[in-house]
Structure formats: C-alpha cells, structure tokens
C-alpha cells in the first residue's frame, strides 16, 4: 500500500515534529512561564535525570507495566479474535454457507 503524500506531511506534522521539538527542548533549560528564554545547557538535563533515583524507579515501574499488560492485550486480543472466529464458523455451518 502506497502512502500518498498529503498523509505522510500529517503523520511527519503529527508525530515526529514534536519528538524533534522535545528533543532540541531537552537541550535547554526551559521555564514555561519564560517560554523565550532559552538557556543552552547541552546534556546536563540528561546528567541530572540519569543521576536522580526518582528516574530509575520510574523506568523499573514502566517496564514492569510493559511487560504484564501488552502480553494480556495480546492474549485477550487474541482469545476474543479466536472465539469470533467459532461464532463466525458456527453461524455460517449453521446457514449452509461454509466452505468445505
């Protein structure tokens, strides 16, 4: 399937503008009640997040989130697909329509 040009400028619009915004943004000391001061600080933000505990308990929490509910989306995506598909059979069984 080709993307044709008008919904890849929405889906570059939408979703990696604002990743590039957030990464120049992480790159300053920004106040958002002084939205046009702009402090240079490089890589000290990065420093001080990777240096502070709050950071890796956070990170320990998000992947222990991860790992529990994408496989219970996936196995209940997948039990409710799997009992569709019995209804669907049944009824079509049921209506002559099946193929053998």
């Known amino acids: 399937m080709r993307c044709s040009p008008p919904a890849a400028l929405v889906t570059l619009a939408i979703a990696?503008?604002?990743m590039l915004q957030t990464a120049w943004m992480s790159l300053h000391d920004y106040v958002l009640f002084r939205p046009n001061d702009l402090t240079w600080v490089r890589l000290d933000n990065l420093k001080a997040a990777l240096?502070?505990?709050?950071c890796w308990i956070s990170l320990k929490h998000t992947i222990i989130w991860m790992c529990t509910?994408?496989?219970?989306?996936?196995?209940?995506?997948?039990?409710?697909?799997?009992?569709l598909m019995g209804v669907v059979v049944v009824?079509?069984?049921r209506t002559g329509k099946a193929v053998s």
Do not use: K, S
């Not at 240096?51 to 709050?54: K, P």
């Not at 509910?69 to 799997?82: E, F, H, R, S, V």
């Open 16 to 18: 990696f503008l604002p």
């Open 51 to 54: 240096a502070d505990e709050v």
């Open 69 to 83: 509910t994408i496989p219970a989306q996936l196995a209940l995506g997948l039990i409710t697909a799997l009992l």
């Open 91 to 93: 009824y079509l069984r």
